[in-house]
């Protein structure tokens, strides 16, 4: 069994910075990749980013490229999403997630319901 254990949340003005972090323990080795989501008030869960656990490979979604930045430390089993230039509009809570099983190249990787292992969440929200 997979524990996720997300931190570094938090309030930040529009325009600034912050990195969550995501702890993982338990059976580390088994899951394929760590996405991180967000889940607005009345809004689907949205998938942000994906690292494979393997080679590393990165995935955004459009509307944070080039101002999210995905990265693991494998030695502290720790995967973070540095996340700056934050507008009003990244505001909600953020999880990370694990899966066991690629995903099939015409589908993607941010299909929320293909991940097997989830954190509680931890809230950000960017406001002035």
């Known amino acids: 069994q997979l524990q996720l254990v997300e931190s570094g949340g938090g309030l930040v003005q529009p325009g600034g910075s912050l990195r969550l972090s995501c702890a993982a323990s338990?059976?580390?080795?088994?899951?394929?990749?760590i996405g991180w989501f967000r889940q607005a008030p009345g809004k689907e869960r949205e998938g942000v980013s994906c690292?494979?656990?393997?080679?590393?490979?990165?995935y955004y979604v459009d509307s944070v490229k080039g101002r999210f930045t995905i990265s693991r430390d494998n030695a502290k089993n720790t995967v973070y999403l540095q996340m700056n230039s934050l507008k009003p509009e990244d505001t909600a809570v953020y999880y990370c997630?694990?899966?066991?099983?690629?995903?099939?190249?015409?589908?993607?990787?941010?299909?929320?319901?293909?991940?097997?292992?989830w954190g509680q969440g931890t809230q950000v929200t960017v406001s002035s």
């Open positions: 338990g059976f580390t080795g088994d899951y394929y990749a």
């Open positions: 690292i494979s656990s393997s080679d590393g490979r990165t």
């Open positions: 997630a694990a899966r066991a099983f690629p995903w099939k190249p015409n589908l993607g990787w941010g299909r929320h319901f293909e991940y097997d292992y």
